[in-house]
């Protein structure tokens, strides 16, 4: 069944919204902030590594940014700021992050 997802690591941030990928989450928190974990493989997390994330952890790219919501692909996420701005991380094979 459902299992909680740990939130030790969230530094208190209330999660508003989430988006799956393939073998990874994103997460959105209500002040903005954006969380991702699992599979570190090309660059999806958005960590700007490929190592796997095994606990919640910011995207510190975006620590400066205030985003309204998140979308996680295959292999690649999108991230919208309040400004308008989309920010994409992962595999581009196919072009696929703009």
Do not use: M
């Amino acid at each position: 069944g459902p299992e909680l997802v740990d939130g030790r690591h969230l530094g208190g941030a209330r999660i508003v919204g989430a988006s799956a990928g393939r073998w990874f989450t994103l997460l959105l928190s209500r002040d903005g902030r954006v969380f991702s974990f699992g599979s570190g493989e090309n660059g999806k997390l958005g960590h700007g590594s490929f190592s796997h994330c095994y606990a919640p952890a910011p995207v510190e790219a975006l620590a400066h940014k205030r985003a309204v919501n998140v979308s996680a692909g295959g292999d690649h996420g999108f991230v919208v700021t309040d400004e308008g701005h989309v920010y994409s991380f992962g595999f581009n094979g196919r072009g696929q992050l703009g």
